[in-house]
């Protein structure tokens, strides 16, 4: 690994450069923590129309919806896994279920459905999911049993005809474009990898470019991603106890949100000013003597960090 500090270039491992980055150079956050106590708290989304983040519990089917004024929270439950929160532009939400889309009126409280893909699969659902500039739904899956090679990412136009971009997926899941709408970052988990590719908004076709980050096994496991107005990368890191910010020109990291809980798995930017991060995090895979040292995992965080995102894009059905 080719590190970058203060004070020039070195070759170190991994390990030892994170502990000297950790000493000399990252910032120092604080945070405020949401109780929700998720097993697998995911797909954070920021609803400037209500002034709210949205995240779910997967595998219990909980939807939560945080007002950031007033901080209440609100919590609703679905019979099924859920896994993404995304919104059309007439505000509803685009629900991932299982391995279906929905729409849900979030005033009627209605639940509409709208496609289906692999019912072949049972054993697979949806993971992550982000939208693009033109309004087209980007979505990945995986298997429950977490089967090498099992899962693929889909890209829904307004036809409502899921297309397959890749296959050969393990655990898809973060996913950002760059404000010129040229590169399309991706992650399969298990690669500990960020890829870049080569992005065209007019006909959504993506072809691989490079791989911009390699994530040292100190690290963890990348999960889901967010971009700042900069063009780096905020990886939530499952294992990694943190949100990491990349540099994915060069590969770089740049600084780390330290957490008190060991399995980060996603972040997005939100607020008035689009400057506050809010990160979920994991009970799963801690024994019950690392809940008790960990005590937080679970919970979501909210950060206000020294830069602004982006407002997420609305789904174009």
């Known amino acids: 690994m080719?590190?970058?500090?203060?004070?020039?270039?070195?070759?170190?491992?991994?390990?030892?450069?994170?502990?000297?980055?950790?000493?000399?150079?990252?910032?120092?956050?604080?945070?405020?923590?949401?109780?929700?106590?998720?097993?697998?708290?995911e797909g954070p989304y920021w609803h400037a129309g209500r002034q709210s983040f949205f995240w779910v519990d997967i595998e219990t089917g909980k939807l939560f919806e945080?007002?950031?004024?007033?901080?209440?929270?609100?919590?609703?439950?679905?019979?099924?896994?859920?896994?993404?929160?995304?919104?059309?532009?007439?505000?509803?939400?685009?629900?991932?279920?299982?391995?279906?889309?929905?729409?849900?009126?979030?005033?009627?409280?209605e639940l509409t459905w709208l496609f289906e893909v692999e019912p072949e699969l049972p054993l697979h659902r949806f993971n992550d999911g982000k939208v693009d500039s033109n309004g087209r739904v980007w979505i990945g899956t995986l298997s429950t049993l977490f089967t090498e090679g099992a899962g693929s990412l889909y890209c829904i136009e307004q036809d409502l005809k899921p297309q397959k971009k890749l296959t050969n997926l393990t655990i898809s899941n973060g996913m950002a474009w760059t404000e010129d709408n040229q590169t399309f970052y991706f992650i399969d988990t298990p690669t500990r990898q960020i890829k870049a590719f080569q992005f065209d908004l007019v006909s959504g076709e993506i072809e691989f470019a490079r791989v911009v980050v390699e994530i040292p096994e100190e690290l963890g496991f990348p999960d889901g991603m967010c971009i700042d107005q900069e063009g780096m990368l905020w990886v939530a890191h499952y294992g990694g106890s943190g949100v990491y910010r990349w540099n994915p020109n060069s590969g770089e990291l740049l600084d780390k949100i330290e957490l008190p809980v060991p399995h980060v798995t996603s972040c997005c930017f939100g607020g008035e000013n689009l400057d506050m991060l809010l990160i979920t995090t994991a009970q799963e895979n801690l024994s019950d003597i690392q809940l008790k040292e960990f005590p937080m995992s679970g919970d979501v965080f909210l950060v206000k960090a020294n830069m602004r995102g982006f407002q997420s894009k609305k789904a174009v059905f």
């Not at 590190?3 to 070759?11: K, P, R, V, W």
């Not at 993404?84 to 889309?101: A, F, P």
């Open 2 to 41: 080719r590190c970058h500090f203060e004070g020039g270039t070195t070759e170190e491992s991994p390990r030892r450069f994170i502990k000297h980055l950790i000493e000399t150079t990252l910032k120092t956050y604080n945070y405020t923590s949401i109780p929700s106590q998720c097993f697998l708290g």
């Open 66 to 109: 945080h007002h950031l004024e007033t901080a209440e929270t609100k919590t609703r439950i679905f019979p099924h896994r859920l896994a993404v929160v995304l919104e059309d532009k007439e505000g509803n939400l685009i629900l991932g279920l299982d391995r279906k889309l929905a729409r849900f009126n979030l005033e009627s409280e």
